[in-house]
């Protein structure tokens, strides 16, 4: 299989003069960036050693910060992003579990016990250095954290190989990216949309256009849209509900490529906003972070008669290189046309979960009625005579807030050290526009919700703080006197 990571380092200085990232107003041009790869490169050769694989990076919306990914990847090297305002608490978690000894720093003053910050952009700038580095197709490309039901974050390693299958599936989708393409980026580096919004474009020498942490991100992406002519934009569909106010101002015939996921697509969103970018080929795609950024597929077609359920596109076929499976609860191989849990095998898969066998043994599955090692999603699906998934809901009590998955026990975790020793339960519910929030009913007399949601903050990112806080004397249990979130649910919408 052909490194596209590698050949991605080393196309760079091809392009010359042309803009390679246009962040904050400011256009920077591929030679630019290749400098700042090589000046990082050559800090690398020099101070880290080969047993140190897994390298911390302060996720800046930065220039620096993505010269920081391709270097790191052009010595053979891992990046584990951090967020900038992670609580102390979740970056020690972070720190400790990925086994971090240096972070990387585009350009704020970040001071983090135990580790070796590194500021690159103080480093002096070198002249060009070697091509990248043969890596091993095991080798890591990133390790990413995301929510887990005990507390800890959950690591996902996603090899090169895997990312590598990724870029060809892609490719097999039949679009062309090209030079003079612009590319939205609206995705916190700690979230892999954002893997293929950098590098698919700096692959093929387009801009990619970022969308700043501190801005409005819908108003600022109506603006790239329109005053930047984006041509190439993946999205998540929460965007659309804020920007759908404004649907009649909104004029985009540049877009051309749209693609939608980390959340479920309602279609009657997406007929609406088709009308707004006449020229787009627009397509559904789906996959989680531990099968590398998305693996299915839906084409949204203008004409009508598009396949959904309950209201949410169809999230289509498997793309290239993917086998899908649809599982019972114990793991087992359903026939075709059965409902079930969709598991994912094949070469953008994970490895398995960092250093974590018990969840592994639960998470991975390879039935008795297949050959292939399959990963459990916990997404119920049901494939049609087409062979096309409709998505029916989870199996568990995760959602996705603006993206993010979000376990909801690890949010109820955390709240329960705070309000300890009452109880506390999350629920997830759709706010006015359309889209998931965190509610936390908290049993027992009110207690002052600013206390709460800051002692939350420094626990927690801030898309898994609960958006408004709840009291209830006592809280209703079904018939297995389990808590009863469908009641809880009713409730919260009853007293909004």
């Known amino acids: 299989m052909e490194d596209r990571l590698n050949q991605c380092i080393d196309a760079l200085s091809k392009h010359g003069d042309r803009p390679a990232f246009h962040i904050r107003g400011t256009y920077h041009a591929y030679h630019e960036l290749d400098t700042a790869v090589q000046t990082v490169r050559a800090w690398i050769r020099g101070n ?7 390298i911390g990076l302060w996720a800046e919306d930065h220039l620096w910060t993505y010269a920081c990914i391709l270097a790191l990847w052009a010595e053979g090297k891992a990046y584990t992003p951090i967020a900038p305002g992670t609580p102390v608490v979740r970056c020690n978690q972070l720190i400790t579990q990925a086994g971090i000894r240096t972070i990387l720093v585009a350009s704020e003053d970040v001071v983090l016990a135990g580790v070796n910050v590194v500021r690159t952009g103080q480093l002096p700038p070198t002249e060009k250095g070697p091509n990248a580095q043969r890596v091993a197709t095991d080798a890591l490309a990133y390790l990413l954290f995301t929510s887990g039901t005990t507390g800890q974050p959950k690591g996902v390693p996603i090899t090169r190989s895997a990312l590598n ?30 893997v293929m919004s950098y590098l698919v474009p700096l692959l093929y020498g387009a801009c990619v256009h970022t969308v700043p942490k501190d ?24 965007i659309l509900n804020y920007l759908r106010p404004y649907f009649e101002e909104i004029n985009c015939p540049a877009l051309r490529v749209n693609l939608f996921c980390g959340e479920a697509l309602p279609l009657d969103l997406v007929e609406a906003w088709s009308h707004r970018v006449p020229n787009a080929r627009i397509l559904n795609v789906y996959g989680p972070t531990e099968h590398t950024i998305f693996c299915t597929a839906y084409a ?35 026939p075709d046309g059965s409902e079930g849990e ?32 399959y990963y459990r999603t916990g997404d119920r699906c049901v494939m049609d005579r087409d062979g096309d998934l409709l998505y029916l809901g989870r199996t568990d009590h ?3 807030i603006q993206g993010f998955r979000v376990e909801l026990a690890e949010v109820e975790h955390h709240a329960r050290q705070v309000v300890s020793p009452r109880m506390a339960v999350a629920v997830a519910v759709r706010d006015p526009l359309g889209n998931m929030e965190l509610v936390l009913v908290v049993e027992g007399e009110p207690m002052d919700v600013p206390t709460i949601s800051r002692a939350l903050r420094t626990l927690v990112p801030t898309y898994m703080v609960p958006t408004r806080i709840r009291f209830r004397d006592d809280l209703p249990l079904n018939a297995n006197g389990k808590i009863d979130r469908p009641a809880l649910g009713e409730w919260i919408a009853m007293n909004t």
């Not at 329109?226 to 934009?233: F, K, L």
């Not at 070469?347 to 050959?371: C, L, M």
């Open 48 to 54: 880290v050693s080969s047993e140190e694989q897994v």
């Open 165 to 194: 299958a990724f870029l060809d599936a892609f490719d097999a989708l039949g679009f062309t990216i090209r030079p003079e393409d612009q590319v939205l980026q609206m995705f916190e580096l700690t979230f892999d949309l954002s």
């Open 215 to 238: 801005e409005i991100k819908y108003t600022y992406i109506h603006e790239l849209l329109e005053d930047h002519g984006i041509t190439v934009a993946l999205m998540v569909p929460s």
């Open 398 to 400: 995760q959602v996705k």
């Open 342 to 373: 969709l598991g994912l095998a094949g070469p953008q898969g994970t490895i398995g979960y960092w250093h974590d066998p018990e969840r592994n043994a639960t998470a991975f599955v390879k039935p008795t009625n297949s050959t292939e090692r």
């Open 300 to 334: 949204f077609d203008r004409r009508g008669g598009n396949k959904a359920h309950n209201g949410v596109l169809s999230i289509g076929k498997p793309m290239y290189g993917t086998v899908i499976g649809i599982l019972d609860h114990d793991g087992t191989l359903l």
